[in-house]
């Protein structure tokens, strides 16, 4: 029997339906940021928004409450960015990723031939046990460990090489200082490591949060390679589709794939929101030309769906009267219902920021790109 193939709108539906993008959730914070796996973090008030966007009721202490208690850790872990994550995932994830993210570490010690890693490790195991240290203070050690050697691309690859974590207040709503790091092993009192079968377990969670998917699909989202055994390995527990490019798309058998028809309301997503970043082919859920129309390098930026495709870019303007909540359709004008859609969410945004005052303003921008 030939494989079935689902159309671009089934793949943005069944996506959005996992992601809590099609309707807003009840379930725990907790349980929420689990089904995700992770969450995007380089911003700290991009997790809060995530999750506004994704839950009823959503109340920022409740969030700020989970990383007080340590159920909720911030550090570098999917592609080597910020993510906030579960204590547990973080011990499933971290192992799995560390070898293959330290790469940069790795070519340094191929050119200083008498790098001594082990003794370097144990100096910046003390040096960060005596207290939490800010990025330039890891990068200063450790170019008095090995001039060359403190780099920011050095000291990212350390921070995934150590399983350095940023403790709070760091990822805390409003949070703009120098985030500091520490153990994650001393931070969670738990050892930071693998187990049998954890690669089976990361395949079927990623696919849970965002599929059906390729594997180039899951690689891309983790920076892992070499995948294509484990999911031949998960082939009897899964089905497969294909794509309408002839992909071969792996899924759960009881995960939802909901109709291509089904309603999509808007929605206003956070600085680099794991949607837009989990697949290796994102026409899921943002289309080639408005993708090269908001994305500019690594510049920051907050989007915004309508009927579940990335429409455009929001941003915040502070002003001296109020805040002004700004949207910029790109490359083609919302429908009247569009932004009418729009300015209802935003109206609801904007109090749930402001902490329900009530002197904001919305404002339309002209099209971009």
Known sequence: MAE??????????????????????????????????????????????????????????SLTQLLESRQLVRGSSLRGTLHLMTAKDYILVHPLIQTALSRNLRLFMKRARSFDLERFTDMMQVYVREQPRTGLELR??????????GTQQLADAIRIHMALIQPIPSGTWGFTGRPAHTEAASWLGRSIVGSEGDMQRLVLRYLAAFGPASVQDMQTWSA?????PIFDSLRPELLTFRDEQGRELFDLPDAPRPYADTPAPVRFLPDFDNLLFSHADRRRVISDEHRSSIFIG???????????????????ERRPASTALVIEPVREPL??????????????????????????DIQFGSVVG
Request: net charge positive; with cysteine; glycine share 6%.
């Open 4 to 61: 079935r193939i689902l159309t671009l709108r089934e793949l943005n539906r069944a996506t959005l339906a996992r992601q809590f993008l099609l309707e807003r959730t009840t379930q725990s914070h907790l349980d929420v940021i689990t089904r995700l796996v992770a969450m995007q973090a380089q911003v700290a008030n991009a997790s809060y928004i995530g999750l506004w966007t994704r839950l009823h009721s959503f109340q920022r202490e």
């Open 298 to 316: 690594n510049s920051r930026c907050t989007t915004f769906l309508v009927d579940g495709f990335v429409r455009g870019r929001w941003r915040l």
């Open 140 to 149: 200063m050690k450790m170019e008095e460990f090995s001039p060359g050697m």
């Open 224 to 228: 892992l390679t070499r995948l294509q």
């Open 335 to 360: 429908l009247p219902s569009e932004q009418e859609a729009l300015y209802s969410e935003g109206v609801s945004l904007m109090r749930w920021i402001l902490d329900g005052a009530e002197a904001f």
